[in-house]
């Protein structure tokens, strides 16, 4: 259990994601929440599922598309200003996180 820390200054660093990851769709955006490992804040992350690139012009519906790579950097959004944040968000943590198959959510 980690606790909330505001007083924690801004470093970027690559952590481990949060144990307590969870996806939801909001519109057309995969939305990733969890509490960052790094300040205890609560952080949410809007990405799309749609990787640039994959989708080919002219392959008929319905066809399986190529495997596209799944995982996202997500960095700590949380609300709280982080000392030596700057105009920044978050608390400069950011982690990998493998989107949900399509259609899990
Ligand atoms: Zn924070
Ligand atoms: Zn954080």
Known sequence: MTTPDDDKPYREQRVAPPGDLAWHRDGGFLVATGTCPVC?????????????????KGLPWG????????????????????????????????WTVRLPEEGAL
Not at 40 to 56: A, E
Not at 64 to 91: F, L, M, S, W, Y
């Open 40 to 56: 205890g804040h609560r952080t949410d992350k809007s990405l799309v599922d749609i990787v640039p690139g994959t989708v080919t």
């Open 63 to 94: 066809r399986k598309k190529p495997q596209a790579n799944r995982d996202r950097t997500v960095d700590c959004e949380c609300r709280i200003t982080h000392r030596e944040a700057d105009e920044r968000n978050g608390c400069g943590a950011c």
